[in-house]
């Protein structure tokens, strides 16, 4: 199996995949990185735990429906050609 771009983009589809099935409040909330946690102050920079969190719940909205399409067609990509 040669490393080329098909399998790059595999391997990320496979991670943002990953990121979308995590549920937050059963396995988020349990290593501490639920909802409320991201709470900041007003005029305050938030820090790289609450920019992790705010990605992964971003990732999980904005990627539902798009991973539908993407992740069928790699099934038939891969039932067609192999």
Excluded: H, T
């Excluded at 098909?6 to 909802?35: D, H, P, T």
């Excluded at 709470?39 to 920079?45: D, S």
């Excluded at 938030?46 to 069928?72: D, E, T």
């Amino acid at each position: 199996m040669a490393f080329g771009l098909y399998s790059l983009i595999e391997a990320a589809l496979l991670c943002i995949n990953a990121v979308a099935v995590l549920n937050e409040e059963r396995f988020l909330s349990k290593v501490g990185w639920g909802g409320d946690q991201s709470v900041g102050g007003f005029g305050e920079e938030p820090g790289m735990k609450a920019q992790l969190i705010n990605l992964i719940r971003s990732i999980r909205i904005v990627m539902r429906v798009p991973l539908i399409f993407v992740n069928s067609s790699v099934i038939v990509l891969k039932l067609v050609f192999g």
